[in-house]
């Protein structure tokens, strides 16, 4: 089956591939945390954070757009922060009549719509370049490694070693039930939406006793190797001097941006 | 004689570049059992995908004289039945008779109608009594001819099998090799297993790597050692 | 791209720093409790259950029923994971699916992450082990039927503090976004509700002994059910107020001085060097000095270890 789906890093030699993974869990947050902070209509800050995100494409050797191509997938949500466009007090722009109702869009109501939309198109690119950029086994560690209750990230690569085998399961099941949905000339086919929904549920119950069972046999596997009731976790990463010399350069930058967009 | 099942040119390559399909082409006549060989990644399993068109390649397939377009897909699928080979991919509901029900009630079909053709189909997998059992709670040899009966259900003109006796023993395999004889049905079966294949089908169609190699009567076949071994298959 | 964003992973950008850090708060305050919680409850057993089951539940939301004109619902599954696994392992295996959905596939921000886990994983556990709980002794179909319920006021109410996250944060104006998300979401609810209780049916039929009176999903005290019922009532009662009276709303959060002012931007947590909450005091000048240095101080550091390292 096709996991590409779950798979999203991207094999490559680069600078940024071979920073430490923590390196890049904190520059991305401190990146998106940067993002936040700086103020609407801050377009020279928003330029130049946009500059060092293309820098970080370059860097990674994966092409000026690659984070640009894939950085649609976030905007539909942009709709619900419309309505900014016309509640916030300024010098109108345009009016126009919709409905019962007259929409007048005002400039500082543009300002705010817009930087968010820049803040998140930005932040969401970040993320999208993690992901290519480090494997997700190794975010993880980085995760304990910043500190990351082990609990939780025990259970993350756990979640993240058995997805594509419950995933696989789904289309599975999903292509069985595909196969059997058939017409027949001169009836209405598909039965209700409840009757639909029921299936689904079906399909859910069956993969969660599955994976119950499954959840079973893999503790009893784990017994059977020593396990006690918590994971040796191993550090496989050491910071080096580039780690270091980066994650404090990417601070000053962050720290410059912060100031321009203050200014 | 007519035609129950043909494909023509068929060609499919997978997301990652992996060519699957090269150009297939066969033709089954109503009535016809025929067993489909090959070593893994022969491209069986990608082939029978595209006979109820969950994968759609380049070239033509014809199911009881239709040609297999996306419009008319759930038409087809009410003629072609496919079968997978783990059957707890097939049986997705609580109990045996609304698995065996899904097929007849998404068509459409009036209850008492799915009635009928639920007992029809549990009494050609002899497997009457299970109406109100637990799917989850079968063995693995119930489940497969439970996994055909929710196919049957839906009375479809060819039956298609991947590895019906995977993972079957002696016992199973007996029930399903008679299962499979006596049921009146054309039939296309993918297997691994030869001796299935000269117990219960005249015809064969040996496939590798994408293409068929060899499409005959099934003595001949096996009686070729050279084009056995040049596929990986084994005289039983 | 089969995983579609749901309309309730919030992306980064979306809410102020105030609004995803009191969120942080809440969630990493409810999630530290959870993680001792379930340990007591599971032991050793805690982990792998738990992360296949996370696993299940990230599939589980991939399947999807065509609903009309090409869309199609799915799980949430907060309260069905709650409702099966008990209501602190529940918690703990939404955020798992929460955070890998937003690390892996970037569907919902890595800040607003804590927002997300409380309205998506922690207030659907709540609001559906909660009313499950208080009908543990009743007839199956009594639960099935709760459970219906549940589910359903689960999502709404995940709706609702999204809502009311989105307008706090200047975002959304309330009274579009909660009509919006509300109406929205009263349909989602729907077919969470039927898809719950059909999973559950399920289970019941064939190994309810995974619902019985000694399985994880009755280990919850009755204290779920004052806290389910509480967040419902909150959800219940809220949700047409603030829909038929926005402005009242408004005032109120803008007397309390919760509400973002109009173009000031929100987002800026020491503007014009000086620290928010201590106003324009010299003392506040020097705080955000400190904190300025701190900074540098943390680069320098970082730069002496790199002297230090070996390259």
Request: with cysteine; glycine share 8%.
């Amino acid at each position: 089956m096709h996991f590409d789906v779950f798979d999203r890093y991207h094999e490559n030699e680069s600078f940024v591939h071979r920073l430490d993974p923590r390196v890049k869990v904190v520059a991305t947050v401190v990146f998106i945390l940067s993002n936040a902070l700086l103020p609407d209509g801050a377009w020279v800050a928003f330029g130049l954070s946009w500059l060092f995100l293309l820098l970080a494409n370059l860097l990674s050797n994966l092409g000026l757009g690659f984070t640009f191509k894939r950085s649609l997938v976030a905007l539909p949500f942009a709709l619900i922060a419309l309505t900014v466009l016309f509640s916030i007090p300024g010098n109108p722009l345009t009016s126009f009549h919709f409905l019962f109702w007259d929409f007048t869009i005002t400039d500082a109501g543009l300002l705010r719509f817009v930087s968010i939309l820049i803040r998140s198109w930005l932040s969401v690119q970040m993320a999208i370049l993690l992901v290519a950029v480090a494997r997700f086994p190794d975010l993880i560690h980085a995760l304990e490694h910043l500190r990351v209750p082990s609990i939780l990230t025990t259970i993350i690569a756990f979640l993240y070693r058995y997805l594509f085998v419950l995933a696989d399961e789904v289309f599975r099941l999903m292509r069985a039930r595909e196969s059997r949905s058939a017409a027949a000339p001169g009836k209405r086919s598909g039965g209700s939406v409840a009757w639909r929904a029921g299936i689904v549920g079906h399909m859910a119950g069956q993969l969660f006793l599955r994976s119950y069972e499954r959840s079973e046999r893999v503790y009893n596997a784990m017994l059977a190797r020593g396990y006690v009731g918590h994971m040796e976790t191993i550090h496989p990463h050491e910071l080096r001097r580039r780690d270091y010399i980066t994650v404090a350069l990417v601070l000053l930058v962050i720290l410059f941006f912060q100031l321009v967009g203050r200014v | 004689m007519t035609t129950a099942l043909q494909v023509h040119d068929l060609h499919f390559s997978y997301h990652d570049g992996l060519t699957a399909l090269r150009g297939v082409s066969f033709q089954i006549c109503e009535g016809d059992k025929v067993a489909l060989v090959g070593p893994n990644g022969a491209g069986k399993s990608t082939l029978m995908l595209h006979l109820n068109g969950i994968l759609h390649g380049q070239g033509e397939v014809n199911v009881g004289g239709k040609r297999l377009t996306r419009e008319n897909l759930p038409a087809i699928r009410s003629m072609v039945g496919l079968v997978f080979q783990n059957p707890d991919d097939q049986l997705f509901s609580p109990t045996v008779f609304e698995d065996v029900a899904f097929g007849p009630l998404h068509m459409g079909l009036p209850m008492k109608e799915v009635e009928t053709r639920v007992n029809a189909a549990l009494d050609a997998v002899k497997m009457s009594g299970f109406r109100d059992r637990l799917s989850h709670h079968l063995s693995v040899g119930e489940k497969k001819r439970i996994a055909i009966a929710t196919v049957l259900s839906m009375d479809p003109q060819i039956l298609v099998l991947d590895e019906p006796s995977a993972g079957l023993d002696p016992r199973a395999r007996r029930t399903l090799i008679n299962l499979l004889r006596e049921l009146p049905i054309t039939m296309l079966v993918s297997t691994h297993d030869m001796r299935l294949v000269q117990e219960l089908f005249p015809r064969t169609i040996v496939m590798d790597e994408g293409m068929i190699v060899a499409d005959g009567r099934t003595n001949d076949i096996l009686e070729n050692e050279t084009l056995l071994t040049a596929h990986g298959l084994e005289k039983p | 791209m089969l995983y579609s964003p749901e309309p309730l992973h919030i992306p980064d950008g979306f809410l102020s720093l105030t609004v995803s850090i009191i969120c942080w708060v809440i969630s990493a305050l409810t999630i530290s409790v959870a993680v001792s919680r379930s340990n007591k409850a599971l032991g050793e057993r805690q982990i792998p259950l738990m992360g296949i089951m996370a696993a299940f539940l990230f599939a589980a939301q991939m399947i999807n029923f065509p609903v009309a004109g090409g869309t199609s619902g799915h799980l949430l599954g907060g309260a069905l994971a709650a409702i099966t696994l008990g209501p602190w392992a529940g918690m703990l295996v939404m955020t798992a699916v929460i955070s890998v959905q937003a690390l892996l596939l970037q569907d919902g921000g890595l800040l607003v992450m804590g927002a997300n886990i409380l309205n998506m994983g922690l207030i659907t556990a709540a609001i559906g082990y909660g009313l499950y709980r208080s009908v543990s002794t009743g007839s199956r179909t009594l639960k099935l039927t709760v459970a219906g319920i549940a589910a359903w006021l689960s999502v709404m109410g995940g709706a609702l503090f999204t809502s009311l996250q989105l307008w706090l944060s200047g975002t959304s104006q309330l009274q579009v976004v909660i009509p919006a998300m509300l109406g929205v979401h009263a349909l989602i609810g729907l077919g969470e509700a039927l898809i719950t209780v059909a999973a559950l049916s399920f289970i019941f039929q064939t190994r309810p002994d995974l619902l019985g009176k000694n399985s994880e999903s009755a280990m919850g005290s009755r204290g779920w059910v004052v806290a389910g019922v509480l967040i419902s009532l909150a959800v219940i009662l809220l949700s047409p107020f603030a829909s038929a009276d926005p402005d009242g709303l408004e005032r109120v959060a803008g007397d309390l001085g919760f509400l973002a002012q109009g173009s000031d931007a929100p987002y800026q947590i020491l503007p014009d060097y000086t620290v928010p909450f201590l106003g324009e005091t010299a003392l506040s000048t020097i705080i955000a000095g400190m904190i300025g240095a701190a900074v540098v101080g943390v680069i320098i550091v970082l730069l002496g270890q790199a002297m230090k390292a070996k390259s």
